[in-house]
């Protein structure tokens, strides 16, 4: 059975930092490439960030490039998302995902955390 669950949402004041995981199994995570994809409140799906199976490349949305960094580790079976400098509109569930490429996201979702960016 695939796999992807997602931690490390909570809330935080604009500024702030939080670190999310997706612990991964059911799939040969190393082959896959992998993406974080955020829904804001009343918003459509927004891709964030992705990852190339082998950690080498990387991509992010605009709205996030120089705040956000994306990583993974193919032995643990893990994916990260490092989010600094948080600002109230990065207020969203964020989802881990897989079966895409590193430039757009897959069939294989999460279940999702949240994270609340508010003063």
């Known amino acids: 059975e695939v796999q992807l669950v997602e931690s490390g949402g909570g809330s935080v004041q604009p500024g702030g930092s939080l670190r999310l995981s997706c612990a991964t199994s059911?799939?040969?995570?190393?082959?896959?490439?992998m993406s974080w994809v955020r829904q804001a409140p009343g918003k459509e799906i927004e891709w964030v960030s992705g990852?190339?199976?082998?950690?080498?490349?990387?991509r992010y949305a605009d709205l996030v490039a120089g705040r956000f960094t994306i990583s993974r580790d193919n032995f643990k079976k893990m994916l990260y998302l490092q989010m600094n400098n948080l600002k109230t509109e990065d207020t969203a569930v964020y989802y881990c995902?897989?079966?895409?490429?590193?430039?757009?996201?897959?069939?294989?979702w999460g279940q999702g955390t949240p994270v609340t960016v508010s003063s």
């Open positions: 995902n897989a079966g895409g490429t590193y430039t757009s996201p897959g069939r294989l």
């Open positions: 990852i190339d199976n082998d950690g080498r490349r990387a």
């Open positions: 059911g799939f040969f995570f190393r082959t896959y490439s």
